[in-house]
């Protein structure tokens, strides 16, 4: 087997790859109570969302298995008569993706989805944490027919292989989602080979709820958001921003429906919250609710490890907290939902952007005029209005300030995998014909 032969799959017609990647989307789906177990033994999501996962990770392929056909050129009128431009879009190449354990399967076929569809081939890093389920898929890529060399899972020492990725001047694309600090020395580091690169990085997601918001609305929203995977995605809201008017009464209904939350085993029946991935996990959010309780905050319900032991922390909704505070200031990532209180709209707006994250923020309110101007007015590259969970594979996912670089999912997601190439075409205008079908006109 011949690893980076990118040359085999890019020759390849895009229906050839189209019909590839449709026969790998079915094998999924055909698998999808077997991943999403898979998935739940190594990553302790719940089971239905774990198989949610599976479902939602498959729609990025059946929707690229599609787009492959549609990586349209242009032809630009030239500047002189007997010029002609042709803009052509070819795979940029070798890909590096590199993919975290949040969600197994999702985070690796939003990326090599789209880069097959391409015509490029990819070698995949998945998270030391969730190794199982990405060797999983790429199992069920090879009885798809994918050719070897097309999709290449590489396990072992994080650092050493984001090093030959980055290093390798046949690698001409590196796509990334995990922590800023290792997203910004990844984009250093390709500086070297100067690769084009994609960047989906942290979050700090802002929850705005006004006076004016549907209090159903706004409570299932804010549980969907903050509470999913046990508050570790890059979307989740972070910090709830509710209007003093409407303060009380959401943060008394949303402390009841949070304090009702069944955690447990991913397996157990009705179980909606999972354990963290690992104690470092835990430590840190327990550290984050410490700094905040130490500063003045409330503790509405949890607050600490759960009775369950391991890695299993109670879903915490926590008062008072301040912009200072560290559940402010940093990305929690697990299920800890700060309230923080705000009187104007120019001050939820001004708190929500107080952060050098823009990736998901969140608005509920019954207002038209309101919805649209705060959602334009959010520094964000996702914004749900009166809506909890807004990724799906027909939209552009990204972040702008330092959560990210590029888009993954629907027709943009294609462009950070393409090279855009022009033809400029000189040619000598057969005079004759043109005097020829001059005086036919006369
Ligand atoms: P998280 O804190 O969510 O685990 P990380 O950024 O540490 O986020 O991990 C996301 C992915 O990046 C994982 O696959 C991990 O192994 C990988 N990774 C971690 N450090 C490096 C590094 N220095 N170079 C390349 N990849 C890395």
Redesign the pocket.
């Known amino acids: 087997m011949e690893l980076f032969n990118d040359e085999a799959w890019s020759k390849l017609t895009a229906a050839e790859r189209s019909k590839y990647l449709r026969k790998w989307f079915d094998l999924i789906m055909a698998h999808k109570e077997e991943l999403g177990q898979l998935m739940t033994l190594e990553q302790g999501k719940p089971l239905k969302e774990a198989i949610g996962e599976v479902s939602y990770g498959a729609s990025f392929i059946e929707f690229y298995a599609e787009e492959a056909k549609r990586v349209y050129g242009d032809i630009i009128p030239a500047t002189l008569p007997d010029r002609r431009l042709f803009v052509l879009k070819q795979p940029i190449g070798v890909v590096g993706a ?5 969600f197994p399967l999702a985070m690796i076929t939003r990326k090599v989805a789209p880069a097959l569809a391409c015509g490029c081939t990819v070698v995949i ?5 969730t190794p199982l389920t990405a060797l999983a898929a790429a199992e069920l890529s090879i009885q798809a027919g994918i050719p070897p060399g097309a999709v290449n899972v590489v396990m072992g020492s ?2 050493d ?3 030959a ?2 290093a390798s001047p046949k690698v001409r694309k590196i796509t ?8 910004k ?2 984009m250093a ?1 390709s500086a070297k080979t100067v690769k084009k690169v994609s960047l989906e990085l ?1 979050g700090n997601a802002p929850c705005i709820i006004f006076d004016d918001a549907d209090l159903d609305v706004a409570l299932k929203g804010t549980l969907a958001t903050k509470f999913r995977n046990s508050g ?1 995605t890059c979307v989740c809201a972070n910090r709830v921003l509710v209007q003093e008017g409407i303060f009380d009464k959401f943060a008394n209904a949303f402390s009841k429906a949070v304090e009702s939350m069944k955690v447990g085993d991913g397996f157990g029946e009705g179980v909606v919250q999972g354990p963290l ?1 690992n104690d470092a996990a835990v430590n840190k959010v327990e550290t984050f609710v410490q700094d905040a309780i130490s500063k003045g905050a409330k503790v509405l319900t949890g607050g600490k490890k759960h009775s369950l032991g391991m890695t299993f922390y109670e879903p915490t909704v926590i008062s008072d907290v301040k912009s200072e505070m560290l559940l402010s200031r940093e990305e929690i ?1 697990g299920p800890v939902a700060p309230i923080l209180k705000f009187k104007t709209e120019e001050e939820a707006i001004h708190m929500a952007n107080d952060t050098n994250a823009g990736l998901a923020a969140y608005v509920f309110t019954t207002s038209i005029q309101r919805s649209w101007r705060v959602a334009e007015a959010l520094e964000y590259g996702l914004v749900g209005v009166n809506e909890g969970l807004i990724s799906t594979e027909v939209a552009p996912f990204g972040g702008v300030k330092q959560s990210g670089l590029g888009r993954e999912g629907s027709k943009y997601g294609m462009d950070d995998y393409l090279e855009v190439r022009i033809f400029q075409i000189f040619f000598r205008i057969y005079e004759k014909i043109k005097y020829i079908c001059l005086g036919n006109m006369s």
Request: aromatic share 10%; no cysteine.
């Open positions: 590199i993919t975290p354990w949040n890093k998945p998270s030391e944490l994080a650092i292989i984001g090093d990725l980055v990334f989602t995990g922590s800023t600090n290792v997203g020395k990844l580091g942290g570790q991935i990532f």
